[in-house]
């Protein structure tokens, strides 16, 4: 117990990470007794990196974004965030969902500007406008800002609500399947609109998602979380220097990186190497 | 023919075919006006009560937005607490549906009898009793059923439950409260009205409806459903008219 004490006083002295969870271990009460969803779940992301979660269905990933952006706080374990531990929301995270969430009575311009009315920030308002617009022609919605979110389209929508997420200037982005709900097209050019953004500005950035190619395509690292309750059973650097290409999700390397995940998220499902060699047989 | 033209055009084209009609009827029938009214008996009543049917118009249009105002309050007040309590909303909605169950009709005796002689406090009351129910329902799920994302924008970035209420519960749920508010401001407008016939010695155009009976003036009695036909339009429109400023935006273009 005492090592565990010094242990911990010495990391929270010494984190170097923008993003680290420690031992993260959380249950929901129902109403057949606690559900156990996070156990002992760890995971460091180094600042200005992009760190892509995936696992099998209900692990506990959109629990980890909430414990992440101080919605919640752990059971057990600690939630640390640029060096402070994480107890209640900050102001200095920008966060999107797979709804987009944006409000029907406002204009795109105003919805992106939703987060500068709450957080107390240095822009001017004629400053934040502005960076509004700009944000908005990066992601290729530009003559939008005065349209309602009613006009525009899913993906459309999405790309309102990224540029909401970091209009504050945000140190960590939270992306909880953001393109979830997208077409494949669609999809594949909002990823390469985040490395625009990325380029653009930095920020840390973790990922949740479903889709292994959008894991390997976006993030610097990407973290496999086993069944419920969940811990970090495979962490993978995706090592693809240089700007990023579509195509690269086709080279051996990437390729290879994509079966090792399959693998790693069937085991996560409990179906093991075994089980899927019989069913071919 | 033009799009306006026939807007304007098409239900004047009917209102004038049935006022024809139900002059016609009454004409072959030879009705006495003590046993029918025929709409030209309407106008020389009209002349004749003027003052009357503006003064006695007045009282029942205050008295209605006085019961719509309270109900708006009051039934705003109590969807807010259903809508983020739910201990409050397990516990009041029962309560809300027996109330709204009783017919207001036998409410309006007890009422008048209640606080007899006080006219304009129990048109007020009951106008008020039967519009509530709507808007307190409306809010309260207007509110229970906001999407946590939405909350969830907004609260992670450390803003307060005001905050929360100001910028997004409460604009998202003002449609549900403008569909709420039409149905209310007609049922308020009944209310009032059973209260002014029901009570003797009444105000309002009720109570001109009132006198009409008990001398068995029909046309009067039918120039006053016509004043109150129109009263009641006014009345609707305006809340449409409040819905497009503020709730505009839930309205689909078309195409």
């Keep these: 117990m005492v090592s565990g004490i010094t242990f911990r006083k010495t990391l929270m002295t010494a984190s170097a990470h923008m993003i680290e969870l420690r031992d993260v271990t959380h249950a929901y009460r129902t109403k057949a007794g606690p559900l156990p969803v996070l156990d002992r779940l760890s995971i460091q992301i180094p600042e200005n990196s992009f760190c892509a979660v995936v696992g099998p269905s209900g692990c506990g990933k959109s629990t980890l974004t909430r414990l992440v952006s101080g919605l919640m706080r752990p059971n057990e374990g600690e939630v640390w965030l640029h060096g402070q531990r994480v107890t209640s929301p900050r102001p200095t995270v920008g966060m999107a969902f797979q709804n987009p969430v944006l409000l029907e009575w406002r204009t795109i311009l105003q919805n992106v500007l939703l987060p500068m009315e709450i957080v107390k920030s240095p822009m001017s308002k004629a400053e934040a406008t502005e960076r509004a617009h700009h944000l908005l022609d990066l992601v290729g919605l530009t003559g939008f800002a005065e349209k309602r979110p009613s006009e525009l389209s899913g993906g459309m929508r999405q790309r309102a609500s990224l540029c909401r997420s970091i209009i504050h200037k945000p140190d960590v982005l939270i992306l909880d399947e953001p393109f979830g709900a997208l077409d494949a097209f669609t999809r594949e050019d909002l990823w390469c609109t985040m490395h625009d953004l990325r380029a653009e500005e930095p920020f840390t950035c973790l990922l949740i998602t479903h889709d292994l190619r959008e894991s390997v395509f976006l993030a610097d690292q990407v973290v496999v979380m086993s069944g419920r309750p969940a811990h970090a059973q495979h962490v993978m650097q995706v090592d693809l220097p240089g700007k990023r290409s579509l195509d690269d999700l086709y080279s051996p390397k990437a390729v290879e990186m994509l079966a090792t995940l399959r693998h790693q998220i069937q085991v996560a499902q409990g179906r093991t190497v075994d089980d899927t060699a019989e069913a071919k047989a | ?255």
Aim: no cysteine; glycine share 8%; net charge neutral.
């Design chain 2, 1 to 255: 023919m033009n799009d306006t033209l026939r807007k304007i055009l098409a239900p004047l084209l009917f209102i004038i075919g049935i006022l024809a009609f139900w002059e016609w009827i009454v004409w072959y029938k030879q009705l006495p006006d003590f046993r029918m009214a025929s709409p030209s008996d309407l106008i020389p009543r009209y002349i004749r009560f003027w003052d009357l049917f503006l003064i006695k118009s007045w009282e029942t249009l205050w008295r209605t937005v006085a019961g719509l105002g309270l109900a708006v309050i009051f039934g705003t007040l109590i969807g807010m607490i259903m809508g983020f309590s739910r201990f409050a909303r397990e516990g009041l909605y029962p309560i809300l549906v027996g109330f709204n169950a009783i017919p207001k009709a036998t409410v309006v005796p007890i009422v008048a009898l209640m606080f007899v002689g006080q006219h304009d406090f129990n048109t007020v009351l009951i106008a008020f009793m039967i519009s509530f129910f709507p808007i307190a329902v409306s809010v309260s799920i207007g509110l229970s059923t906001l999407e946590p994302e939405y909350r969830d924008i907004l609260r992670s970035l450390g803003a307060s439950n005001f905050t929360i209420f100001w910028k997004i519960a409460l604009p998202k749920t003002l449609p549900e409260f403008f569909g709420a508010l039409k149905v209310a401001v007609t049922l308020a407008f009944i209310g009032t009205n059973l209260m002014e016939i029901v009570s003797p010695h009444g105000r309002g155009l009720g109570d001109l409806f009132d006198s009409g009976r008990i001398s068995a003036d029909y046309p009067l009695m039918f120039a006053v459903l016509f004043a109150l036909a129109a009263l009641g339009i006014v009345l609707f429109y305006v809340v449409v008219f409040l819905e497009r400023i503020f709730a505009g935006w839930a309205e689909r273009s078309p195409g």
